[in-house]
C-alpha cells in the first residue's frame, strides 16, 4: 500500500481524498494554486506545495509542476479526481515515466475512450447498443446529409472531452451550419480537439450512469446506477440511486452491459458507463467517464462501498474483496449539487446536519470563492429506507442549509425536489427546459 499520496486537484473533491487516505493511514500532498493558498484542501493536508498562478493552465492544468511536486515531496502515487487533468492521457503517461503510480485507469484506456467515436464503435462490436450516429464528420453540409438520414433532432457531439463542452442540439438542417462550427470551436477551445459526429437524439430519454469497479485481476464489478437526468446546460444538478425508472430486470441488463464494456477495453480501477434510456426501456451506451464521478457519493450511501478507498487500494494491486452478489442496495440516496452564481466571500455557513445528511464541501465562514474554477460550491447528498422518506430528508437539509455572502441556487434545487414529476419518479433530461430553465 501506498505510504503518501498527491492530490493533483483543489476544493471538495481534493477534502473527499485526503479524508479517505487519513482513514487508511496514509500521508497526503496537496498543490494550490496562489488564489488557494488558504484553502481548505491546503490545510488539511500533511505538506502542501504551490504550482502556479490562480488560471487552471498555470496550476491545476500544468503536468510537469504537479510531476515535480511529486517527486520533491516522495508521494508514490497521484489520484487527480475529477476535472483538470483527470482524464489526460498524458499526464497518465508522465505519472508512469517517473515511476508515480496513476490512481486510475491506464493512458492507453483514458486515451481509448476519450475518443468517444471510437468507444462507440468498440462498444457496437462488442454487441452493446449504441445510439445511432455517424464517424467523424468534415463538414457542415456532410452533417446535413447524414442527419437527414437519421432523422431530425440530432446531437452535435464532441470526439474528446466532456462537461457538455463541443454539444449542440439540431432541430432541423437551417440550424445545422451555424451549430456544426459553434460545436467544433467550442471543442476545439475546450480540448485541442474540434472533431465531431453526429447521434440521433433519443427523446424522451433518461440519462443513467453505471458504477463499476475492476481491480488489475480483470474482476469487475458493478455498483448499481444513478439517474442523472435533471441537467442544466449539459451540467448535473441532481443525481439519485437507485432509478425510480429502473426495475430487477433492467438493472440486471444494464450491469451485464456495463461489465462487458469495461471488460471489453480491459478497464481497471474505478469508471462509469453513461447510458441513454428511452421510454420503452431500451438504453444505449453514450460514453465511458475514466475517473472518479461528482455523484459517486450517493452509489456509496446505498452500497456501503468507498468507491475512494477502493481506487487506492487498486491503484496499489489489491483485489476486490467482494462480487457482484455481495452488492446490495439499502435504501435511497439523493444528490443536489450546489453550485455559485457569481463569486463572493462567505459570511456566514450552517450545514445542516442529522443521520445521513452530507455535505461534501470545501466552504468554511469567510472563504473568498475565486473565479478561475468551476461553480460547485458543494455536494448535498442524503440517504434514507425509502425515496420518499430520502425526498423529505433532501428538502429539509436544502431549508437549513444557509450559505450567505455568495449568490447560489439552494432555492432552485428546493423547486426541483418539490416539483410533482420529480416526486413521482417520471421525468427526463428535458425536465429543466420544460420549466422553462434550461
Given at each position: ?21 487519513k ?5 497526503t ?11 481548505l484542501?491546503?490545510a ?6 504551490c ?27 497521484i ?9 489526460s ?11 508515480i503510480?496513476?490512481i ?8 481509448l475512450m476519450?475518443?468517444?467515436d471510437?468507444?462507440r464503435?468498440?462498444?457496437k ?22 442527419a437527414?438520414e ?14 457538455g463542452?463541443?454539444?449542440r442540439?439540431?432541430s432541423?438542417p ?17 480540448f ?12 424522451p430519454?433518461?440519462h ?8 488489475e485481476t ?6 448499481a446506477?444513478?439517474?442523472?437526468s435533471?441537467?442544466k446546460?449539459?451540467?448535473k ?6 432509478s ?12 451485464r ?7 471489453t ?24 467517464n ?5 455523484e ?17 487500494r ?7 474483496s ?18 455559485a ?6 459570511s456566514f ?5 442529522g ?14 470563492v475565486?473565479?478561475?474554477?468551476d461553480s460547485?460550491l458543494?455536494k ?9 422518506e ?14 450567505d ?21 417520471d ?12
Open positions: 500500500m501506498f505510504s503518501k499520496i498527491l492530490i493533483a486537484n483543489r476544493g471538495e473533491v481534493a477534502i473527499r481524498i485526503i479524508r479517505a487516505c482513514e487508511m493511514g496514509i500521508s500532498v496537496a498543490v494550490y494554486s496562489t488564489a488557494d493558498k488558504e484553502a484542501h491546503v488539511l493536508a500533511d505538506q502542501s506545495v504550482i502556479g498562478e490562480p488560471a487552471p493552465a498555470d496550476s491545476y492544468l500544468n503536468a510537469e509542476r504537479i510531476i515535480s511536486a511529486a517527486l520533491i515531496t516522495g508521494a508514490q502515487a489520484h487527480p479526481g475529477y476535472g483538470f487533468l483527470s482524464e492521457p498524458r499526464f497518465a503517461e508522465l505519472c508512469r515515466k517517473n515511476n503510480d496513476f486510475g485507469p491506464s493512458p492507453e484506456v483514458i486515451s476519450g475518443d468517444k471510437r468507444a464503435q468498440i462498444m462490436e462488442a454487441g452493446i447498443p449504441v445510439i445511432p450516429g455517424t464517424d467523424i464528420l468534415k463538414s457542415a453540409e456532410e452533417a446535413k446529409k447524414a437527414a437519421l432523422g431530425y433532432p440530432v446531437l452535435i457531439k464532441a470526439r474528446s472531452g466532456g462537461g463542452k463541443g454539444i442540439i439540431v432541423g437551417e440550424e445545422m451550419e451555424n451549430a456544426f462550427h459553434t460545436a467544433a470551436a467550442e471543442a476545439l477551445a475546450a485541442g480537439d474540434g472533431a465531431v459526429y453526429l447521434e440521433k437524439q433519443i427523446k430519454a433518461k443513467i450512469e453505471v458504477q463499476i469497479l475492476a481491480d480483470g474482476n469487475t464489478v458493478c455498483l446506477e444513478r439517474e442523472c435533471i441537467q446546460g449539459n451540467q444538478l441532481v443525481e439519485e440511486s437507485p425510480p425508472a429502473v426495475d430487477d430486470r433492467l438493472r440486471d441488463r444494464m450491469t452491459a456495463a461489465v462487458k464494456a469495461a471488460k477495453v480491459g478497464y481497471c480501477n474505478a469508471g462509469t458507463i453513461e447510458f441513454l434510456l428511452d421510454k420503452d426501456n431500451n438504453f444505449y451506451f453514450m460514453e465511458m475514466v475517473r472518479l464521478q461528482v459517486h457519493g450517493v452509489t456509496e450511501q446505498i452500497t456501503g462501498i468507498d468507491i475512494v478507498k477502493w481506487q487506492i487498486i491503484a496499489a494491486g489489491v483485489p476486490l467482494f462480487t457482484q452478489k455481495d452488492v446490495t442496495i439499502a435504501g435511497s440516496s439523493i444528490e443536489c449539487r450546489i453550485n452564481a457569481a463569486v463572493g466571500k462567505v455557513l450552517h450545514v445542516p446536519g443521520p445521513r445528511v452530507r455535505f461534501d464541501s470545501a466552504l468554511w465562514t469567510g472563504y473568498q475565486p473565479p478561475y474554477y460547485l458543494g448535498l447528498i442524503v440517504h434514507a429506507s425509502s425515496r420518499e430520502a425526498i423529505r430528508k433532501m428538502h429539509a437539509a436544502l431549508c437549513e442549509l444557509v450559505i455572502g455568495v449568490p447560489n441556487n439552494i432555492d432552485e434545487q428546493l423547486s426541483i425536489v418539490s416539483d410533482r414529476r420529480f416526486l413521482s419518479g421525468y427526463n433530461t428535458d425536465f429543466m427546459k420544460e420549466r422553462g430553465d434550461s
